[in-house]
Each structure stands twice: as structure tokens, then as C-alpha cells.
């Protein structure tokens, strides 16, 4: 299918006018960020396994009801996915205390919490993605109640089916984000869960030996980025598993740290 015309590019994605009206091609590049783009780099073959792990998962969430913009994949890059109108809150779902939750709390990494927490942030790459409460996208008119009611509804049922998902092969969901948005349909629009699900943005650790498996690899300079994104893909029945080979060897990545 040829590209059409770009409509916008992110730090891992680039937006093309869709063959159809109402639809959108969605690049997947090999670009890595963190920390709001202050830090830089690039993961080869990232964007390859992050269009098929995020196919796999919201083909997954489609079949137990969740409404998504996903259309179908296009080729090793590329997905068709509906034109909606995105929401400007980032949704983070925890189930493990990491990242900034450690940080701003003072719980220990890898603490499993009491109940899960769903938090929200306000999308503005110039103020740092700021936390916001309830009360705030109410205020702002970012989005209804009744919207917001529906995406804390599927971001819990999105985390339990994930858990599990994940669970099965041995690996622990810690926590992830998703983003969503509205289509409108005469006067009246709906919410679909957007963007993507991927090693990008959701903390993955191996169960058995705590390994991360995910893009804080790169946050931390830890190594292994390529092999953990490809560990996801493989346990997830995406990469074919090459016989008498090590699988996931990230040893060699702790000892040139001199870990």
C-alpha cells in the first residue's frame, strides 16, 4: 500500500493519511526515548516487534469486548487503525511500585502494591507529562465523566487480562500505559483504546529472575534492549525460537557494566 500523506510524527511513531476516510496508516520507527526525549537513541528492529506485539495484544482485547482502532496490520512497520480524536491523558495502570511512584513515594522498586492504581497524566511533552487528578480533566473539559468513567472501566479490564496474558509466560506486568480516544458517530462519539501496547511502554520483568524486559533497559543504560524486546516477541509466540541457542543472555550486558 503507498503512503499517503504525513500527518504527524511522535518520538516512536509517524502518522499517515489512511486509504479510506476515517483511517490512519501508523509507522513504527526504531527510535528510542526517554525522560521526555531528553534522552535519545535508537533500538534496532524495535519498531518491527512493537507493530506485532501491539497487533497480538489488541487482537487479544478486541475478542473479550474491548473497543479498539485497531484495523489490521499492514506489513512489518505498518498498521491501519481508525482516525480518532485522542484524549490528552496518559493512563498509567501499576501493580508493582517502579519508575516515578517509587521515586516520589520512597516504596522500594519491585514492591508489590495493595491494590492497583490508576493514575493520570496530562499529555505536553513542555511540561513533562504533569500529573492530574479527576478533578482536573473535569475542569479543563479534557474529558467527560462519563468518559472518563469508561476508560477507567477498561484500563482495569485491560490490567486484568494483561496480568494474566503475561502471567502465562512468565512474566510480571508491572505496570504500562495506555492512551485512548473518541470517534464521533453523528452527535454522539465513543471511546476506543488507541496508540499501542508494547515493551515501550510497559514494565515487564522476567518472574523468575527479575530481568527487565522493556525499554527501561534503555532508561538505565543496562543493555540487552534488543535481546529483551525479543524475548517479549518469542515467549509471546511471535519470533520463532532457535533451537541450541541462549534465548536471553543479558549477562554479558551486567558484566561490560561491571555489574
Same mark, same amino acid.
Given at each position: ?12 511513531? @509517524?502518522?499517515?493519511?489512511? $486509504?479510506? !476516510?476515517? #483511517? /490512519? %496508516?501508523? +509507522?513504527?520507527?526504531? &527510535? ?74 520512597? @516504596?522500594?522498586?519491585?514492591? $508489590?502494591? !495493595?491494590? #492497583? /492504581? %490508576?493514575? +493520570?497524566?496530562?499529555? &505536553? ?83 523468575? #529472575? ?50
Amino acid at each position: 500500500m503507498s503512503r499517503r500523506r504525513q500527518i504527524y510524527e511522535g518520538k516512536a511513531k @509517524i502518522l499517515y493519511e489512511g $486509504p479510506e !476516510p476515517g #483511517t /490512519i %496508516i501508523q +509507522y513504527f520507527k526504531d &527510535d528510542a526515548t526517554a525522560f521526555n526525549a531528553q534522552k535519545k537513541g535508537m533500538i534496532s528492529g524495535k519498531g518491527v516487534i512493537n507493530n506485532r506485539v501491539s497487533e497480538h495484544i489488541f487482537t487479544l482485547l478486541a475478542g473479550i469486548g474491548i473497543p479498539t482502532h485497531f484495523i489490521r496490520r499492514l506489513n512489518m512497520r505498518e498498521q491501519l487503525v481508525k482516525q480518532v480524536e485522542i484524549i490528552p491523558i496518559e493512563v498509567v495502570i501499576r501493580n508493582v511500585a517502579a519508575g516515578s511512584l517509587s521515586k516520589r513515594l520512597g @516504596i522500594e522498586e519491585g514492591t $508489590p502494591l !495493595p491494590r #492497583t /492504581i %490508576i493514575e +493520570y497524566y496530562y499529555k &505536553d511533552d513542555a511540561l513533562n507529562d504533569p500529573m492530574v487528578a479527576d478533578e482536573h480533566i473535569a475542569c479543563f473539559g479534557w474529558a467527560t465523566q462519563e468518559e472518563m468513567h469508561d476508560i477507567a472501566d477498561m484500563a482495569i479490564r485491560v490490567n486484568d487480562f494483561m496480568s494474566g496474558l503475561f502471567a502465562a509466560i512468565n512474566i510480571r506486568l508491572v505496570d504500562f500505559k495506555l492512551e485512548f480516544g473518541r470517534v464521533w458517530e453523528n452527535d454522539y462519539s465513543r471511546v476506543l483504546l488507541a496508540d499501542e501496547i508494547s515493551p515501550d511502554g510497559c514494565r515487564l520483568w522476567d518472574m523468575v #529472575t527479575n530481568e527487565k524486559l522493556d525499554k527501561d533497559r534503555f532508561r538505565q543504560d543496562l543493555g540487552g534492549e534488543v535481546e529483551a524486546y525479543q524475548e517479549i516477541a518469542r515467549r509471546l509466540g511471535l519470533l520463532p525460537v532457535e533451537p541450541d541457542t541462549e534465548v536471553l543472555d543479558l549477562e554479558s550486558h551486567r558484566k561490560n557494566r561491571g555489574l
